[in-house]
């Protein structure tokens, strides 16, 4: 079956402009997670929804970020104003089911660069 | 909270001969721990993962891990590289009963030389 899709593959936007960034996840699959991967740098966890609901969104930096899974599917990150230091891989996983111990499957990411 | 590190930014090697990058792991609680591949514009591949049971452990691709809870380290090993092995490679821990969010190390670039 298809593996985790993220678009768009490259986006660039111009500082304080708005960006959504979607994911589709693996069909079943009911924990979906974001990462944001700085040049040199390992997934840095952003939010984890189990569902519809965000479990946790410890990661969001600030309240310019913003991710919603209505349906409990696709879902879409969202980030207001954004600012230069926000150029980065956004990666999205999806696991069938939540837990440490579930491999989690990643997408290829979107690469954003705000100029 | 649990922490990783790769202790190698870059290992260059030559094709056919064995590598080992290095992974170390802070926990106050047993871990789960993974490595995990990323090849260029590509999202990260599960390379393999330790659970429980066996402390060696075999993956895709030929490689395999040793997780040694004394010296809180899960190293990844190959015995003969090839130029197709050339890419990214994270370390990553999540605690047993505690946050189900994995904490990735910095990555080891490996390089294969002909």
């Known amino acids: 079956g298809a593996g985790v899709s993220q678009t768009p593959s490259n986006k660039v936007t111009e500082k304080g402009k708005y960006v959504e960034l979607r994911c589709d996840p693996i069909s079943g699959h009911t924990a979906l997670y974001w990462y944001r991967q700085s040049l040199g740098q390992g997934p840095e966890f952003l939010i984890y929804?189990?569902?519809?609901?965000?479990?946790?969104d410890s990661g969001l930096p600030n309240d310019r970020f913003f991710a919603v899974r209505p349906e409990g599917s696709v879902s879409t990150l969202k980030i207001q104003r954004t600012e230069r230091g926000d150029s980065a891989v956004y990666l999205c996983?999806?696991?069938?089911?939540?837990?440490?111990?579930?491999?989690?499957?990643f997408g290829p990411g979107t690469r954003l660069t705000v100029l | 909270a649990q922490s990783v590190t790769q202790l190698d930014s870059q290992v260059p090697v030559f094709e056919e001969a064995p590598v080992e990058l290095r992974c170390n792991y802070s926990?106050?609680?047993?871990?789960?721990l993974f490595w995990y591949v990323q090849y260029p514009n590509q999202g990260l591949q599960l390379l393999l993962k330790y659970l429980s049971g066996s402390t060696l452990v075999k993956g895709i691709n030929g490689f395999e891990a040793e997780f040694n809870k004394s010296q809180t380290s899960f190293h990844l090993r190959k015995p003969s590289v090839h130029i197709s092995d050339t890419a990214e490679y994270f370390c990553a821990v999540s605690e047993l009963g505690g946050s189900y969010i994995p904490t990735f190390g910095r990555g080891t670039s490996l390089i294969v030389h002909p």
């Open positions: 929804f189990q569902g519809t609901g965000a479990a946790d």
């Open positions: 926990s106050s609680v047993s871990v789960y």
């Open positions: 996983a999806s696991s069938l089911l939540r837990g440490g111990r579930n491999e989690q499957f």
